[in-house]
């Protein structure tokens, strides 16, 4: 029996053509997989102030005066906050994590007073334990203004009501407070006149304030007619107008950009902030129910402080709002592993704060969480159907963890899908049971243009997969747009294992970006999806109710044949004895050690940086045959990734790698790992460098081989001219698939039983139009239907606050439909045909 299990990805090939015969086969009596309403959703995550200054209403920045408050769970020491000394639980050292802290500026952030008055923000005078810290001013004269300059400008629109609500301590104050809505150039807008008498309680101010102007940058300002002493705290301005009409609710274009998109899901609170950079710093969920005065306001890892104005309630809220389900992650007892990642061992707190979580929204009004929601509006319970239980979290540690929270709420709660965030790492064969899995990928377009076929052979039956988060991040264009709709195809295609996927992230503030490519641009003034937006829309819009089979005939060229060569730390110790033989069992080389290769140094890539030492065998050309040698692991030393706060290097297990395909310039090559050394896992995997840059490992949920340390094993590595790529370790198969590139043609295709239609989605992200024969397997098949299309010029084309509407979906009617019919895809498109037909 072979000690080694083979991992076998015999993926249907995608090859670049644009030439010679093209046919699209679209079968409707070959019904396929159902495509689930949860297909595509979003997530939300306050980063780039996607809440607050983006989709939360609120106005006024700062509100309560909480800024400069430290992260919880962390010290303030010599200019910086600094996370507990604790051990991270995935890499089992310390980070010591911390942070930039400037007390001084961040206490009036959005804040400046005017006139003749001292003033500091002081925790002596407490309106409320949610807010510990106001504004202590003393006037010395009259006319002292304090104002509010909002998230860059307040968003004020003309003859719209608008609520003002703050508080006053007047300890030592008797007069007038007159607030104003000002525009930038210095108009007033709307004033409302309080009369303020001493009192040493706090007192609450309301008015509703109609400006008589749109003004994008407005701000708000508190102007004291009188000498004297006063505390101001939690100072709001609330647009009535929101959407749905919700009290404490949402700016209503924001709101409707995400409703546009029909996502059958909706996953809150995040991310990284659900972690938090440390336990006492993660997202906590009962701190953002009730009176927003009296929510506990938290510094997130994203560099800023969130008013959590957006809570669990709302949250649950705008999710019925929109007809989607809800998503809760929840925190599992550990923080974010790339920040500080400190843990705790008491399971039983965070056990029972999902419990609730779950009640709140869900339980009858007999229970009492059912009641507080019940108490807040809501008798009925909330559609949750979801709960992730952590974030990106990996490793046996977090598995044997998510085993245990998973028997508990499993039994107690049949009806939730349970998912683990062990995204395809080799640790999930240590979960006992999951419901779904979640795999990240945040990538380069090569990526998804050469993974539209990565679930194709995946093992079923496991568990479903949710892709929670993915996006190109290295450009922001219609090529990432096209790349990710290519990708899409193979998501839909797969419906029976991929069950949901959502973009990430979802809102950039275009004032503030956290992150290098968002879904939606915001500004006070306008909103803006890009064109990867209106990729997410056309699936959502055009999902069809089944699968049905579709392929391509397209040329095949051989992408395994070129330069060959071995790449890898310290071949000298794990490589010998290299023989090449062409396709038909001749030898090329016979016997080559490491030291008689060609040394190439080229730039790295990926999170370890450097460069990477590529060894060919030089004036050696391989187009089919295979490539012997004898391999070893070694421990060597290898530099911290750059992303570490510790640059200590580290004593690793190194292995070979076998590069091949390449071309004499070593910028298009392919390089299959033997194997990759992931924590005590060791997985051969694949991948393909385009222009220099290698693309993430190929090679999900590839299983743990049993290689020890410093023992010599006899390697095969198989190439053919179908471009399929085989590995032997001591004579067993280890590993099978296909050496891919990107064919510049995608598509899927499924039947709407609601519009008796056929859906096929094409995309071309070629710049030459692509016109194949589509044949239609269909009883009757009507000649008009209709047509999207979402193209540009060039593949670096983009929208823009300047020109929101560059790279729009263009629906038109087409009257040539058949059995059998030609259609022209545009270059650098995206395509869906609705075909009326019967099967």
């Given at each position: 029996m072979s000690k080694f299990k083979p991992i076998i990805l015999t993926a249907a090939l995608s090859v670049c053509s644009g030439v010679g015969a093209q046919q699209l086969n679209v079968d409707l009596n070959s019904k396929g997989h159902m495509v689930p309403e949860s297909l595509y959703g979003v997530f939300f995550e306050e980063i780039n102030h996607a809440g607050d200054g983006g989709l939360y209403a609120e106005l006024v920045r700062n509100r309560n005066f909480e800024e400069h408050v430290l992260p919880s769970g962390m010290t303030y020491v010599d200019g910086y906050a600094v996370a507990p000394h604790s051990l991270n639980y995935e890499h089992g050292g310390y980070r010591d994590w911390r942070v930039k802290w400037d007390l001084d500026s961040l206490k009036m952030d959005g804040w400046s007073v005017t006139g003749n008055a001292d003033y500091d923000v002081t925790s002596e005078n407490r309106l409320d334990p949610a807010t510990p810290n106001a504004l202590r001013l003393e006037m010395k004269a009259p006319g002292v203004v304090l104002e509010n300059a909002g998230y860059w400008g307040m968003r004020i629109i003309g003859k719209d009501k608008y609520d003002l609500r703050f508080y006053l301590n007047p300890v030592d104050y008797t007069g007038k407070v007159t607030a104003k809505i000002m525009s930038q150039d210095g108009k007033e807008l709307a004033q409302k006149t309080f009369e303020v008498n001493k009192s040493s309680d706090w007192k609450e101010f309301t008015a509703e304030l109609t400006p008589e102007a749109t003004d994008y940058k407005a701000t708000l300002r508190l102007v004291f007619d009188k000498p004297g002493k006063v505390y101001v705290d939690y100072v709001s301005l609330f647009p009535q107008n929101t959407f749905k009409g919700r009290k404490n609710g949402l700016r209503p274009d924001v709101a409707q950009m995400i409703a546009d998109l029909k996502p059958g899901f909706v996953r809150w609170p995040g991310g990284c902030i659900a972690e938090g950079a440390t336990l006492e710093n993660r997202a906590k969920w009962k701190e953002t129910l009730g009176d927003p005065m009296k929510r506990h306001s938290e510094w997130i890892l994203w560099n800023y402080h969130c008013t959590w104005g957006f809570g669990y309630h709302e949250f649950l809220q705008f999710c019925e709002d929109i007809g989607a389900a809800g998503m809760f992650v929840a925190n599992v007892g550990l923080s974010c592993s790339v920040r500080n990642g400190d843990w705790t061992e008491d399971y039983e707190p965070f056990l029972q704060d999902i419990i609730d979580a779950i009640d709140y929204a869900t339980a009858p009004v007999s229970n009492p969480w059912g009641a507080k929601r019940a108490a807040a509006g809501h008798p009925d319970p909330f559609n949750l159907k979801y709960v992730e239980l952590g974030n990106e979290q990996v490793g046996d540690h977090y598995a044997q963890r998510y085993n245990y929270f998973y028997r508990i709420l499993k039994e107690k709660y049949h009806d939730i899908t349970f998912i683990s965030t062990l995204q395809l790492s080799p640790s999930r064969d240590k979960l006992e049971k999951a419901d779904m899995i979640d795999p990240h990928?945040?990538?380069?377009?090569?990526?998804?243009?050469?993974?539209?076929?990565?679930f194709d052979n995946m093992d079923r039956g496991k568990y479903d997969i949710y892709i929670g988060e993915y996006a190109v991040i290295t450009e922001a264009n219609m090529n990432a747009a096209l790349s990710e709709a290519a990708f899409l195809t193979g998501v839909e295609r797969n419906s029976d294992l991929v069950k949901m996927a959502s973009y990430a992230p979802l809102f950039e503030n275009n004032n503030r970006r956290d992150w290098p490519t968002n879904l939606i641009w915001i500004n006070n003034e306008k909103t803006m999806g890009r064109a990867s937006y209106y990729v997410q829309q056309m699936y959502a819009q055009n999902r069809?109710?089944?699968?049905?089979?579709?392929?391509?005939?397209?040329?095949?060229?051989?992408?395994?044949?070129?330069?060959?060569?071995?790449?890898?730390?310290?071949?000298?110790?794990?490589?010998?004895?290299?023989?090449?033989?062409?396709?038909?069992?001749?030898?090329?080389?016979?016997?080559?050690?490491?030291?008689?290769?060609?040394?190439?140094?080229?730039?790295?890539?990926?999170?370890?940086?450097?460069?990477?030492?590529?060894?060919?065998?030089?004036?050696?050309?391989?187009?089919?045959?295979?490539?012997?040698?004898?391999?070893?692991?070694?421990e060597a030393e290898v530099p911290a990734p750059h992303f570490s706060t510790d640059r200590t290097p580290r004593k690793l297990l190194v292995a070979p790698a076998l590069v091949f395909g390449a071309e004499p310039a070593l910028k298009d090559y392919f390089?299959?790992?033997?194997?990759?050394?992931?924590?005590?896992?060791?997985?051969?995997?694949?991948?393909?460098?385009?222009?220099?840059?290698?693309?993430?490992?190929?090679?999900?949920?590839?299983?743990?081989?049993?290689?020890?340390?410093?023992?010599?094993?006899?390697?095969?590595?198989?190439?053919?001219?179908?471009?399929?790529?085989?590995?032997?370790?001591?004579?067993?198969?280890?590993?099978?698939?296909?050496?891919?590139?990107?064919?510049?043609?995608?598509s899927a295709a499924g039947y709407d039983d609601n519009t008796g239609e056929t859906i096929i989605k094409v995309v071309n992200s070629t710049d030459k139009n692509y016109t194949p024969e589509i044949t239609l397997n269909a009883s009757s098949v009507e000649r008009v239907g209709k047509v999207i299309t979402l193209s540009s010029e060039s593949k670096s084309d983009e929208n823009s606050m300047d020109n929101p509407q560059k790279i729009v979906p263009q629906v038109t009617e087409y009257r040539k439909f058949g059995k059998k019919f030609r259609y022209t895809f545009k270059p650098n498109s995206f395509t869906i045909l609705r075909i009326k037909s019967t099967k």
């Open positions: 990928w945040y990538v380069n377009s090569g990526f998804f243009y050469e993974n539209d076929h990565l069809p109710t089944y699968n049905v089979e579709v392929s391509a005939d397209e040329p095949v060229r051989n992408l395994t044949a070129g330069n060959i060569g071995l790449a890898g730390r310290d071949l000298q110790s794990t490589v010998r004895n290299i023989v090449v033989k062409d396709t038909s069992g001749k030898v090329l080389v016979s016997g080559v050690q490491p030291v008689e290769l060609k040394k190439v140094e080229r730039k790295g890539t990926g999170r370890w940086g450097g460069s990477v030492v590529m060894n060919m065998i030089d004036g050696v050309q391989l187009n089919g045959g295979s490539v012997e040698f004898d391999a070893r692991l070694v390089m299959l790992n033997i194997p990759q050394i992931n924590g005590d896992r060791k997985i051969v995997t694949m991948n393909r460098a385009t222009n220099g840059e290698a693309n993430i490992d190929r090679n999900p949920g590839g299983n743990s081989l049993p290689l020890e340390k410093d023992k010599w094993y006899k390697v095969r590595v198989e190439l053919s001219g179908d471009n399929s790529v085989k590995a032997y370790i001591d004579g067993d198969k280890v590993f099978e698939q296909i050496a891919a590139a990107p064919s510049g043609h995608y």
